[in-house]
């Protein structure tokens, strides 16, 4: 080796060992969802998307779960950063109320998103056309974890019916209850998403099917008690699914994005920023989006929102300070 080679090797050592070292590391989120025939897993990747392309050094992933209450407590015990629920869920995990008897869980909202529609679906041919028909009937109320199965026992209490004896009940997604509907296991299911529903609106434009949708809406007051009114009185218009021609009465309850109070407030301010600013993208994934406006926040966050949230919304005058 010669004098010049050397001392070449020595000064480009010398350098590297002067240079900063710079971790490449990248932050990976993880937004649990629902499953995959309602709105929560497409929107959840739609913002994982947005972030992941948006915020650097960050990786968000949208998860397949059982809904509301499975990502509630996904959160709680650090498997999840984010997750879809409704408002009435949300109570009962501050609270320490139902499926969190006795251990509260302390969530903040980054943003309210649209209302959750409860739909009580059926066909043409079972028997059903009221409520009270759904006695001695086969009903799937939901997915196991979901804030669906919570909301659709209230609904049937409402109306005098006992989930474990008046009925016979499955505990199925969207998705499969639609085709335990048609295959005939079942005879109803009760299901809440934003509206459109995918997998009812498959059920509604399946050929030989007449797919009908039970009015319940007269379940709101008993529903909402003396207590906070979480939930409200809507409707199913004609025209909503395939072939659907009527108005039909429904529960309502706000959809929410939650996060743990210990969640970082930088990150939670960036991610409620790009929602807003890229509002346009995610009501291109679903229509629903077009219902999170920055001026219904502080009214719809049944969970305190996240200072990270609080910041943004103040900076763009929809909090006063």
Do not use: C, W
């Not at 903040?108 to 066909?123: D, E, G, Q």
């Not at 609904?155 to 969207?174: F, N, W």
């Not at 109803?188 to 099917?209: E, K």
């Not at 929410?256 to 993208?281: C, H, N, P, S, W």
Request: overall charge neutral; charged content about 20%; cysteine-free.
């Amino acid at each position: 080796m010669t004098d010049l080679t050397r001392r070449t090797l020595l000064a480009v050592a010398g350098a590297l060992a002067a240079a900063p070292a710079f971790a490449q590391t990248t932050r990976r989120i993880s937004i649990a969802t629902g499953g995959t025939g309602g709105a929560y897993y497409p929107i959840g990747g739609g913002i994982a998307n947005l972030i992941s392309k948006n915020i650097a050094g960050t990786e968000a992933t949208a998860e397949v779960t059982g809904g509301g209450v499975d990502n509630i407590r996904l959160i709680r015990n650090g498997r999840a950063d984010i997750g879809f629920a409704n408002a009435g869920i949300v109570v009962d995990a501050l609270s320490g109320q139902d499926r969190f008897a006795g251990n509260p869980v302390p969530l903040r909202t980054l943003a309210a998103l649209f209302p959750n529609r409860m739909h009580v679906v059926t066909i043409e041919g079972r028997g059903i056309t009221a409520m009270a028909d759904l006695k001695g009937k086969r009903v799937s109320t939901g997915a196991p974890g979901s804030g669906t199965e919570v909301i659709a026992f209230r609904i049937l209490e409402a109306y005098g019916l006992d989930k474990d004896k008046d009925i016979r009940r499955e505990r199925l997604s969207a998705s499969e209850s639609v085709n335990a509907l048609k295959d005939g296991k079942i005879d109803a299911f009760i299901f809440g998403a934003a509206m459109p529903v995918a997998a009812i609106t498959d059920l509604a434009a399946s050929p030989g099917v007449k797919m009908k949708l039970i009015d319940h809406g007269d379940a709101v007051a008993k529903m909402n008690g003396t207590g906070s009114a979480v939930y409200s009185r809507g409707e199913i218009p004609p025209g909503a699914y395939p072939g659907h021609t009527t108005t039909v009465s429904t529960v309502d309850i706000y959809d929410l994005l939650v996060v743990g109070e210990a969640f970082d407030a930088e990150l939670a301010y960036q991610i409620t920023k790009l929602m807003f600013e890229k509002r346009a993208d995610l009501i291109a994934v679903h229509r629903n989006m077009e219902a999170m406006t920055a001026g219904n926040q502080g009214a719809l966050a049944t969970a305190p929102l996240h200072p990270g949230a609080q910041r943004y919304l103040r900076e763009i005058g929809a909090l006063k300070a």
